[in-house]
């Protein structure tokens, strides 16, 4: 990637920011991406000025995580257990479902250390549903296989 790569997609990102519609991960991701991506850059002014860019894109994310994360913390968890709770598809949907509900609520208790115990408890119940369903597919599973 060149300086006037990294800028285009600089500007991407600060668009993402601005927009709101991009959540905290996904923008800490485009930010990791872009340090990975400019590694090999050795100007030495386009790097200072490639330095710069991220420190104050990182700052502008961290901002981002601190006003948006700790009030939609548990619009994010409802709307995850609502998700993995749906009966729609088959069961292997189901867990699949639930299994990226709990990993997106324990990353979200991992980013917000003072609603972690809270954020923990919610998947308790996800991992009952779970557990059951992975009962319920294992039955499945043995039936089709006796009736082959």
């Known amino acids: 990637m060149n300086y006037d790569e990294f800028n285009t997609e600089y500007t991407k990102v ?17 930010v990791t991406r872009l340090r ?7 100007g030495a002014v386009e790097k200072a000025q490639i330095d710069s860019d991220l ?5 502008m994310v961290d901002l981002s995580r601190r006003t948006n994360d700790r009030e939609d913390v548990w619009t994010i968890t409802s709307e995850a257990v609502r998700r993995a709770s749906s009966l729609e598809g088959s069961v292997a949907d189901r867990l699949g479902r639930i299994e990226a509900a709990i990993n997106d609520i324990t990353t979200l208790a991992n980013r917000n250390p003072d609603e972690r115990e809270a954020l923990m408890q919610s998947t308790s119940t996800l991992r009952i549903l ?19």
Not at 17 to 23: D, E, L, Q, V
Not at 130 to 147: D, N
């Open 55 to 59: 420190a104050a894109l990182g700052q």
């Open 130 to 148: 779970h557990s059951s369903l992975q009962s319920s597919l294992r039955a499945e599973q043995a039936e089709a296989a006796a009736l082959s």
């Open 14 to 30: 600060l668009d993402k920011i601005r927009s709101g519609k991009c959540s905290w991960s996904e923008l800490s991701g485009h």
């Open 36 to 42: 990975q991506a400019t590694a090999s850059i050795t």
